[in-house]
T-cell receptor, first 113, second 113 residues
């Protein structure tokens, strides 16, 4: 089954404790992206990657890191999480280099205390 | 800059009612337009799209027509069902650019039996 998977689905952590949210797709897509969803703000892009070893900042990259060492994986790293990073996070992928149609993962709900 | 404006929600309708969710856009180039749907507890999925003026996208009984003269892409459905309860996002992508999807803030629809 073609899909985007994220882990964990739910995470409660404390300020300053490094964490990684994994994202993997099995569709051989070149393009991958991370979004955060907050009430009243909709979806905002954090980082995206056009291909292996190519990443770029989205609209709200501060406090986040990403890497793209393999085509299928695009982990999101929070080196020192803060409460304002409490949010619902989505990973997405696309076969298009500059995509309109994207396939989304199920989401990761992160709470930073 | 480029942006998408959706009607404020939440929208509450009775089953079999007619649905309209308004979406207007501002774009510096020639956009492709999309509606995404997010069912409770899930990631976003593409509902329909239109890539040029006067195109009509349709899927699952939903329709939206790309109106360049009014810069609009309103979502409609003639008879909603309880299973249509979800959050609906309008989005645009400037064709030919390296830019990414720009989302509206989302409109929550609740359909009551």
């Amino acid at each position: 089954e073609a899909q985007v998977t994220q882990n964990p689905r739910y995470l409660i952590t404390v300020t300053g404790k490094k964490l990684t949210v994994t994202c993997s797709q099995n569709m051989n897509h070149e393009y991958m992206s991370w979004y955060r969803q907050d009430p009243g703000l909709g979806l905002r892009q954090i980082y995206y990657s056009m291909n292996v070893e190519v990443t770029d900042k989205g609209d709200v990259p501060e406090g986040y890191k990403v890497s793209r060492k393999e085509k299928r994986n695009f982990p999101l790293i929070l080196e020192s999480p803060s409460p304002n990073q409490t949010s619902l996070y989505f990973c997405a992928s696309s076969s298009e280099p500059s995509p309109g149609e994207q396939f989304f993962g199920p989401g990761t709900r992160l709470t930073v205390l | 800059g480029d942006s998408v404006t959706q009607m404020e929600g939440p929208v509450t309708l009775s089953e079999e009612a007619f649905l309209t969710i308004n979406c207007t856009y501002t774009a510096t180039g020639y956009p492709s337009l999309f509606w995404y749907v997010q069912y409770p507890g899930e990631g976003l999925q593409l509902l329909l799209k239109a890539t040029k003026a006067d195109d009509k996208g349709s899927n699952k009984g939903f329709e939206a027509t790309y109106r360049k003269e009014t810069t609009s892409f309103h979502l409609e459905k003639g008879s909603v069902q309880v299973s249509d309860s979800a959050v609906y996002f309008c989005a645009l992508k400037i064709r030919g650019s390296q830019g990414n999807l720009i989302f509206g803030k989302g409109t929550k629809l609740s359909v009551k039996p």
